[in-house]
């Protein structure tokens, strides 16, 4: 079956624009998580959904990001006013359910660059 | 704070030699532990997960890991590597009251030596 996918593969934008990254989770999994991956910081959590509800946003670096899911389905990260700091890997995975034992499914990620 | 470390950053073996990797991690109570391996230009895939019981378990591709909650570490270990096991591997922590949160180590890059 398909697993996780994300859109586009790779983004290269310049600084002060903003950009969109989607993620289509495993059809039925009802659990959404996004994460970023890059030279500094590593792999760090961001976000995730509960059907289409985040309850913690914590994780999120600024408020020039955010995120929605709709439909239980699709998931978009958005970034605004993108600086070089945002250059990294995005990466989505997906659960069947939220739980911490859920096995996640990652996508092949978002290459973000920020001129 | 949770937290997991990866030693090593990088680490070279022969074909054929055997490999551990080192995992420790920082946590309150007994965490959810998993161990997950990127290759180039790939996703992540989980290669294997401890919760509770048996202190060894046993994972795809031919790896195993060890829990040992005095020294809070959680080991990978591969008897016998081949080449295509060449990628980074990451440990992750999964706190069990943050959803499903995972707390990644800083991954360890394996070269493979023919």
């Known amino acids: 079956g398909a697993g996780v996918s994300q859109s586009p593969s790779n983004k290269v934008t310049e600084k002060g624009k903003d950009v969109e990254l989607r993620c289509d989770p495993i059809?039925?999994?009802?659990?959404l998580y996004w994460y970023r991956q890059s030279l500094g910081q590593g792999l760090e959590f961001l976000i995730y959904?509960?059907?289409?509800?985040?309850?913690?946003k914590s994780g999120l670096p600024s408020d020039r990001f955010s995120a929605e899911r709709t439909g239980g389905s699709v998931s978009t990260l958005t970034i605004q006013r993108t600086q070089q700091e945002d250059s990294a890997v995005y990466l989505c995975?997906?659960?069947?359910?939220?739980?911490?034992?859920?096995?996640?499914?990652f996508g092949p990620g978002t290459r973000l660059t920020v001129l | 704070a949770q937290s997991v470390t990866q030693p090593d950053i990088h680490i070279t073996v022969s074909e054929g030699a055997s490999l551990e990797l080192r995992c420790n991690y920082s946590?309150?109570?007994?965490?959810?532990l998993f161990w997950y391996v990127q290759s180039p230009g790939q996703g992540l895939q989980l290669l294997l997960k401890?919760?509770?019981?048996?202190?060894l378990v046993q994972g795809i591709k031919g790896f195993e890991a060890e829990f040992k909650r005095s020294q809070s570490s959680f080991n990978l270990r591969k008897p016998s590597v081949h080449w295509s096991d060449a990628a980074e591997y990451f440990c992750?922590?999964?706190?069990?009251?943050?959803?499903?949160?995972?707390?990644f180590g800083q991954g360890t890059e394996l070269s493979v030596k023919p």
């Open positions: 946590y309150g109570a007994t965490p959810y």
């Open positions: 401890y919760f509770s019981g048996d202190t």
């Open positions: 995975a997906s659960s069947l359910v939220l739980a911490a034992k859920d096995t996640q499914y």
């Open positions: 059809s039925g999994h009802t659990a």
């Open positions: 992750a922590v999964g706190p069990n009251n943050q959803g499903g949160k995972l707390i």
């Open positions: 959904f509960q059907g289409n509800s985040a309850p913690d």
